[in-house]
């Protein structure tokens, strides 16, 4: 799509001005998408020529020749026209700096009659998450972990509690970092506790504190994690491990903001975010009365479901430089081709931490030269020669339906093909709009 000469009716004086009260980039933009404006943070980022020239907003963020709908993402735009409602979406944009996650919200600017004629978009950088191999942090590009640090940035600014649900291995921790690194809480302490395998005793001890003679062995009065938490996050890991006796107590914190250090009987007043991380199936565990409802509707206001490394296996390259970074510093190792295509096929039942248990094998392995398919563990040598389950070409001869091929098709397309979407939805024969479409359809 060439860009066109439109005829624009500049904004008013005063919605111009509206535009530079806002610090973080922002720009005015016509119904048809056109950039008609931007402030000065915006225009220290992007240059003067976005918005001189009026070009389109998707083709300067993205480098689409088509609206953001059009290639398989959602359009905060055309969602805020379709609602009157300002909209507000997790996008990847290109940057003088590279490609960044950032935090979009559009808002409709409508005239006397009702009609919307301009727009105003905000975006924000997120620091919770990034698509370069960074030193630390979280870092992805692909759907399902965008959905994740999305809803990241959504809870982050607000008080509730969060519930952090998935496999082990999963990067729980970091994430709950992310989250207390952007709130209020943030100048005060991130807390955790790992609850697996906790007494009754030392958990009281632990969360609430102690005091000089409470239990043998006291000798010394000490403060629990609840105090050691106060006005920043206190972070419990493995809660659907807390066993039922214990789980009375957590509770009761919760619902009088109170505590009592084990040997003394004065109250203390609680201040702290709550985030709790499991790997098990709580609603299950509710069901089968291992964990109290009650307490499951009071830690779980704000549920957030992180994705196993097989539903993000485009992120694996980048993963893999990442944390070959983390732990080699600045002069990480190579990985060649081949066994970065066997890396990308392996089923992770550890996910994250797995891998990284792997990739340090391999640089021990390979004695300080590029990593090779040789120097992966001895199951990554065994799957050169065996089918991945659940492939196409597992096949034996099973009759199954067509539909089912598809995705199948599709899933092993994904882990072996290393281009963009965007040819290999030309080698597919269909637009990137409906691949984008088929990939969401089959929870690849």
Known sequence: MKNQAPVFTPPSSQLLSVLEYFQMPAIILSVDYHIVAANAAYRRLYGEEPAAKHRYCYEVSHGYRVPCDQAGETCPLKNAIATGHSQRVLH???????????DVETFPIKDSSG????????????????????????????????KMVELIQRVASSDINVLLLGESGTGKELVAQAIHEGGSQAKAALVPLECSGLSESLFESELFGHEKGAFTG????????????????????????????????????????????????????????????????????????????????????????????????????????????????????????????????????????????VLEW??????????RAEHLPDEFQDQQNVPKRDSPVSWQGEIISLDKMEKNYLRWVLVHYSGDKRSLAKQLGISERTLYRKIEQSGN
């Open 362 to 371: 391999a640089h021990l392995m390979a004695n300080g030269e590029m990593i």
């Open 218 to 357: 006291a000798s010394n009065s000490k403060p629990g994690l609840v105090e050691t938490a106060i006005g920043g996050t206190l972070f419990l890991d493995e809660v659907g491990d807390i066993p039922l006796s214990l789980q009375v107590k957590l509770l009761r914190l919760l619902e009088t903001g109170t505590y009592r250090r084990v040997g003394c009987p004065d109250p203390r007043k609680a201040d702290f975010r709550l985030i709790c991380a499991t790997h098990r199936d709580l609603k299950a565990m509710v069901k089968s009365g291992e964990f109290r409802q009650d307490l499951y509707y009071r830690i779980s206001s704000f549920p957030i479901h992180l994705p196993p490394l097989r539903d993000r296996v485009e992120d694996i390259p980048l993963l893999v430089e990442a944390l070959l970074t983390r732990i080699h510093g600045d002069s990480p190792p190579a990985v060649d081709a081949q066994a970065l295509q066997l890396l990308k096929t392996h089923e992770y039942h550890g996910n994250i931490r797995e891998l990284r248990n």
């Open 115 to 146: 009609n919307i004629i301009y727009l105003i978009e905000l975006l924000r950088a997120t620091k919770s998450a990034s698509s370069q191999p960074l030193e630390s942090g979280l870092v992805g590009r692909s759907p399902r972990f965008n």
């Open 92 to 102: 990847l944009h290109h940057t003088p700096h590279g490609e960044e996650h950032v």
